[in-house]
């Protein structure tokens, strides 16, 4: 069974610094990892999708790393900014046949804090 | 346009009431999907429906009846629901078909349910 796991559940850090996020997951046959981001009571955002043939994406100040075989993933977000304060969602997406393509698996989320 | 959009935002109902929550999008995509997020947690897959027909059910109680009238619209019944039911209810969607597994998931901004 596909389990996804984010540390850290929390971080909180200074507005300009650096950081990243990790998420692994237990098994490697998947389709691709989707990045989430959550504001409160609101919907997910999709940040970036890569490709479980791909080794990393790139959109703007965030980075995203996949390494298939070690079943993990990171999320680098350059220069923090008050505005990027939200949970932060990794998904695996498993493969499968018919019914369950596609279908999503999530982490618990990592809540960023950052701090003007 | 890479929007879902769900209706209403926000919905009070009482434990022998009948709602409906509604979710629409117009970017092809023929699976869509009904998830419950409790607070703090991460979202669970609910139904998924693909070519309009129901795929998949996670053994939700029958009080939640999902509907796809066409490709573009999923609706979902709520009836003689629980307290314990309250939660944001986000829809999403994405492509089907060969390759389909390769694209990305895109969800809508949720309705927040309470049931009282």
């Known amino acids: 069974k596909q389990e996804v796991t984010q540390i850290p559940a929390a971080l909180s850090v200074p507005e300009g610094e650096n950081l990243v996020l990790n998420c692994s997951f237990t098994?490697?046959?998947?389709?691709?990892l989707q990045w989430f981001r959550q504001d409160p009571g609101k919907g997910l955002t999709s940040l970036l999708l890569?490709?479980?043939?791909?080794r990393e994406q790139t959109s703007g100040r965030l980075n995203a790393s996949l390494d298939k075989s070690s079943g993990r993933s990171t999320l680098y977000i350059a220069a923090s900014q008050p505005g990027d304060s939200a949970t932060y969602l990794c998904?695996?997406?498993?493969?499968?046949?018919?019914?369950?393509?596609?279908?999503?698996?999530f982490g618990k989320g990592t809540k960023l804090s950052v701090k003007p | 346009d890479t929007e879902v959009t769900q209706t209403p935002k926000h919905l009070v109902m009482g434990m022998t009431n009948k709602k409906s929550l509604k979710c629409e999008q117009h970017?092809?995509?023929?699976?869509m999907y009904w998830y419950k997020q409790k607070a703090k947690k991460p979202p669970e897959l609910m139904f998924v429906?693909?070519?309009?027909?129901?795929?998949i059910n996670e053994s939700v109680p029958s009080r939640f009846s999902p509907e796809c009238p066409n490709s573009s619209l999923l609706n979902l019944h709520l009836h003689a629901l629980q307290p314990e039911d309250s939660a944001l209810y986000l829809c999403?969607?994405?492509?089907?078909?060969?390759?389909?597994?390769?694209?990305?998931?895109?969800f809508g901004q949720g309705t927040r349910l309470t049931v009282v």
């Open positions: 098994d490697s046959a998947i389709y691709n």
């Open positions: 970017m092809g995509h023929r699976a």
């Open positions: 998904a695996v997406r498993k493969l499968g046949y018919g019914g369950s393509q596609g279908n999503l698996i």
């Open positions: 890569i490709q479980s043939s791909q």
């Open positions: 999403a969607s994405s492509q089907r078909g060969q390759g389909a597994g390769r694209t990305e998931a895109f």
């Open positions: 429906y693909s070519y309009e027909k129901l795929s």
